[in-house]
T-cell receptor, first 110, second 116 residues
Framework: AQRVTQPEKLLSVFKGAPVELKCNYSYSGSPELFWYVQYSRQRLQLLLRHISRESIKGFTADLNKGETSFHLKKPFAQEEDSAMYYCALSPIQGAQKLVFGQGTRLTINP | DADVTQTPRNRITKTGKRIMLECSQTKGHDRMYWYRQDPGLGLRLIYYSFDVKDINKGEISDGYSVSRQAQAKFSLSLESAIPNQTALYFC???????????????FGSGTRLTVV
């Protein structure tokens, strides 16, 4: 079975500090990995996907197949980054039936 | 403009009542999903539909049913609501061809359901 684990339910860092949200997955095949963000009172939005290898709002994430991880990183946190972040996995590339982690609530302190 | 619209936004209902949550989309996506969000549990898939004639159970389908009335509409029903179905419900869509924003989901704003 596929599983996505986000070990931190809550993460708090100061503005300007680096931030890393951890995501580990369990899947025997080749997964497609995503990060979604939910700002206060807004819907979930796609932040980035590993295939596109983009940097969105200063965030990056690298798929590490050896460690089965897809950690989200940003070198300098901004207050507007405060939100709920979900890591998600699609078992088969293009199949699009996502399995979500439990989410990490990130708070950026001024 | 909301691409994926959920109604109602909030609903309080009594135990044993039947309730329907509706989702409509203007994205032109062929795939639609219903998830529920609970604190500490993340999002869990209830049902999904890859086209109008395709309906599939997710990991927590017991107590729920769905109807895909058209490509743009996907409704979730609770036949006899119970308190542990109190949650935030999200509809999502995606494009099997990955057009536009790729294969990611587009979510609705959610329906907050309380069963008393």
């Amino acid at each position: 079975a596929q599983r996505v684990t986000q070990p931190e339910k809550l993460l708090s860092v100061f503005k300007g500090a680096p931030v890393e949200l951890k995501c580990n997955y369990s899947y025997s095949g080749s997964p497609e990995l995503f990060w979604y963000v939910q700002y206060s009172r807004q819907r979930l939005q796609l932040l980035l996907r590993h295939i596109s290898r983009e940097s969105i709002k200063g965030f990056t994430a690298d798929l590490n197949k050896g460690e089965t991880s897809f950690h989200l990183k940003k070198p300098f946190a901004q207050e507007e980054d405060s939100a709920m972040y979900y890591c998600a996995l699609s078992p088969i590339q293009g199949a699009q039936k996502l399995v979500f982690g439990q989410g990490t609530r990130l708070t950026i302190n001024p | 403009d909301a691409d994926v619209t959920q109604t109602p936004r909030n609903r309080i209902t009594k135990t044993g009542k039947r309730i329907m949550l509706e989702c409509s989309q203007t994205k032109g996506h062929d795939r639609m999903y219903w998830y529920r969000q609970d604190p500490g549990l993340g999002l869990r898939l209830i049902y999904y539909s890859f086209d109008v004639k395709d309906i599939n159970k997710g990991e927590i389908s017991d107590g729920y049913s769905v109807s895909r009335q058209a490509q743009a509409k996907f409704s979730l029903s609770l036949e006899s609501a119970i308190p542990n179905q109190t949650a935030l419900y999200f509809c999502a869509t995606s494009d099997s061809q990955g057009r536009g924003s790729g294969y990611g989901y587009t979510f609705g704003s959610g329906t907050r359901l309380t069963v008393v």
